[in-house]
Structures are given as structure tokens and as C-alpha cells.
């Protein structure tokens, strides 16, 4: 499975961006996908997360103001953010992860490249 993502960039702060995920090779039939960030210093952490069946969780520092969304059609997960802070400056991560009971160890996790979002004030 290989992910690339899309749409970072530098915007000021309360603007919006979109990011993309296109995952493409091997896909499961059943896998879920989401985003995550890193900050410089500090630890990777979970922004939004979205299960096959559309079933979503946020980090509580960007609920009401990021929406993840997915184009099973397409195997294409997005990331609506609106309201950026400075606070949101990271390098965002998609992620698909997915369970093969055939294989050890069960939980089969990819990583895309990153994307740089820069929020300035």
C-alpha cells in the first residue's frame, strides 16, 4: 500500500486547507484511514480518524473546526481545516491501517510522506 498526500501549505491564521490522501497498490476491501501530526519536538499525535463505515473521532483540539471525510470509490481521504491556529503548524501524516489475520502482526498499519501546514499569526 503506498499513501500521498496533498494540500499543505502556509496560511494565515483562521484560514482553511484542504489535505488529500490517495492510497493506491494492495488495498484491503475493509481498512480504515485518518490523520495524524507532529510538531517540531514534539510527539506524533491523532487529528482525525474515519472507519469503513464512516465512523469518525477527533483530537479534542480540532473538534468543530477539522472534518475528516473518505471517497471509498476513489480510496481517497480528505481533511477539511477551517480555523487554523498556529497551533495547528505541524507536518500531517495519513495513515491507513487495516487487520489480515493471516499474517503476524495482525494489525497492518502505512504511513503516507507528510505534508507541511505552517498557520501564521
Known amino acids: 500500500v503506498q499513501l500521498q498526500a496533498s494540500g499543505g501549505g502556509l496560511v494565515q491564521a483562521g484560514g482553511s486547507l484542504r489535505l488529500s490522501c490517495d492510497a493506491s497498490g494492495s488495498i484491503p476491501a475493509i481498512y480504515d484511514m485518518g490523520w495524524y501530526r507532529q510538531a517540531p519536538g514534539k510527539q506524533r499525535e491523532m487529528v482525525a480518524v474515519?472507519?469503513?463505515?464512516?465512523?469518525?473521532n477527533y483530537a479534542d483540539s480540532v473538534k468543530g473546526r477539522f472534518t475528516i471525510s473518505r471517497d471509498n470509490a476513489k480510496n481517497t481521504v480528505y481533511l477539511r481545516m477551517n480555523g487554523l491556529k498556529p497551533g495547528d503548524t505541524a507536518v500531517y501524516y495519513c495513515n491507513l491501517e487495516y487487520t489480515d489475520v493471516a499474517v503476524t502482526p495482525r494489525l497492518q498499519v502505512y504511513w503516507g510522506q507528510g505534508t507541511q501546514v505552517t498557520v501564521s499569526s
Open positions: 474515519i472507519t469503513e463505515g464512516g465512523i469518525t
